[in-house]
């Protein structure tokens, strides 16, 4: 059984970066993509980019080209997500999502992590 | 991009009776299209994939029908712990470009 698992809740100051973590266990697919999808408070679920670690190659929303990167190592089976400067408009929760097949739907999500942006 | 549009935002229905939920996509996703539900403080759960297949562990009481661009989900019969937010998440695009719905929220009338 697949489990993500992700790192901890983060306060940032604007114009700061944020990095999270989410670490996979339990037999991941070789083919597997992971996601990065955020929800702010009282919103629904905005997909922002992600990876396909067995190719090493990205996809990011059109909105977030240009402040978010993702990458994944895969000794650490861990991918993170760093998104750059910081507004409050991105304080969310951020989930990471992983799909059994690359491009196929999230079966597994880890459990979010909170990022508040404030001065 | 693919942009989807769930219908209706809010649905007030009894326990007992069924719920129909909708979602539209831009383009055709052929059946590439999920459906998740959402409670407060919990991540998204997997029910439909592939239009109309139950993940592993979901009730027969859902069910998923659609293909192209128009998609329905129904719950035959709600029961009180089906009472929560749904998405629609389209996966059709390669290189992988997903897109969700905004959510329509089942509420008890």
């Known amino acids: 059984q697949v489990q993500l698992v992700q790192s901890g809740a983060e306060v940032k100051k604007p114009g700061s970066s944020v990095n999270v973590s989410c670490k996979a266990s339990?037999?991941?697919?070789?083919?597997?993509?992971i996601s990065w999808v955020r929800q702010a408070p009282g919103q629904g679920l905005e997909w922002m980019g992600g990876i396909i670690p067995l190719f090493g190659t990205t996809n990011y929303a059109q909105k977030f080209q240009g402040r978010v990167t993702i990458v994944a190592d895969d000794s650490r089976n861990t991918a993170y997500m760093e998104l750059r400067s910081l507004r409050s408009e991105d304080t969310a929760v951020y989930y990471c999502?992983?799909?059994?097949?690359?491009?196929?739907?999230?079966?597994?999500w880890g459990q979010g992590t909170v990022v508040t942006v404030s001065s | 991009e693919i942009v989807m549009t769930q219908s209706p935002g809010t649905q007030s229905v009894s326990p007992g009776e069924r719920a129909t939920l909708s979602c539209r996509a831009s383009?055709?996703?052929?059946?590439?299209l999920a459906w998740y539900q959402q409670k407060p403080g919990q991540a998204p759960r997997l029910l439909i994939y592939?239009?109309?297949t139950r993940a592993t562990g979901i009730p027969a009481r859902f069910s998923g029908s659609g293909s192209g661009t128009e998609f329905t989900l129904t719950i035959s019969s709600l029961q009180s712990e089906d009472f929560a937010v749904y998405y629609c998440l389209q996966y059709n695009d390669w290189p992988p470009i997903y897109s969700f719905g905004q959510g329509t929220r089942l509420e008890i009338k």
């Open positions: 592939g239009a109309s």
């Open positions: 383009q055709s996703v052929k059946s590439d």
């Open positions: 339990g037999g991941i697919p070789k083919s597997s993509g």
């Open positions: 999502a992983l799909a059994d097949h690359a491009g196929y739907d999230f079966k597994y």
